[in-house]
């Protein structure tokens, strides 16, 4: 935040800093740099009096954005490669009979995030899901190592990576992170390093 505001505080020129607000609103929102409060205060500080039509805009396509709740929408189509090279679209899991799939959002450097995974086949084998892990990791080759050590994790793991817009559209500030999508592409659920049993047994009322 201090760092953000030194950087805007160096531009003299008011359309400028407002344009330089709207570029770091739209590019950190999703990542734990500044939260969601201060970058929607900086953008409502723009709306309050913008420089011009276009920045006007601007701001309101970035709040809108913002605002957006993903619980009860249709998630964005997914496709994403194995570490065979196969590609698996996520529509083809939520469509095949399963009540729910779970995307799980993991990295290999994150603890929590591997942790998990070991629970993965005991709540495939106690609910009718099944799970869609995307590696956010910087190189594909470090899950494809991690797949090839942990062959009984036979569900979908898939490579999306650090720049497919995966942060801001799914609004990731940490991993684990989990979204539960029903046989119609609605998310229904999401849980942010929590307890994901805890989650489905509300779900399959169990």
């Not at 531009?11 to 201060?38: H, I, M, R, W």
């Not at 995030?113 to 005991?122: D, G, L, Q, W």
């Not at 991993?175 to 049993?197: E, H, Q, R, W």
Request: glycine share 6%; proline share 5%; hydrophobic share 40%.
């Amino acid at each position: 935040s201090q760092y953000v505001n030194q950087e805007l505080d160096k531009l003299t020129d008011p359309e400028v800093k407002q344009l330089a607000t709207c570029a770091f609103a739209a590019n950190l929102y999703g990542y734990p740099f500044l939260s969601d409060k201060e970058l929607m205060a900086m953008i409502n500080t723009v709306l309050k009096n913008p420089a011009s039509d276009d920045i006007r805009n601007k701001a309101t396509a970035i709040k809108a954005e913002m605002d957006r709740e993903l619980v009860g929408s249709h998630v964005k189509p997914l496709a994403f490669p194995t570490a065979k090279g196969d590609t698996i679209k996520l529509v083809d899991l939520y469509a095949s009979g399963k009540d729910f799939v779970v995307i799980d959002f993991w990295a290999t450097w994150c603890g929590p995030c591997v942790a998990s995974m070991k629970k993965f086949n005991a709540l495939k084998a106690k609910y009718n899901i099944e799970v869609y892990s995307i590696s956010l990791d910087d190189a594909p080759e470090k899950m494809g190592k991690f797949v090839s050590a942990h062959k009984d994790y036979t569900w979908p793991i898939v490579y999306g990576g650090r720049k497919n817009g995966l942060h801001p559209y799914f609004k990731i500030r940490a991993i684990p992170t989990y979204f539960i999508v029903d046989k119609n592409g609605m998310i229904v659920s999401t849980i942010v390093g929590g307890d994901l049993d805890h989650e489905l047994k509300k779900l399959f009322k169990k």
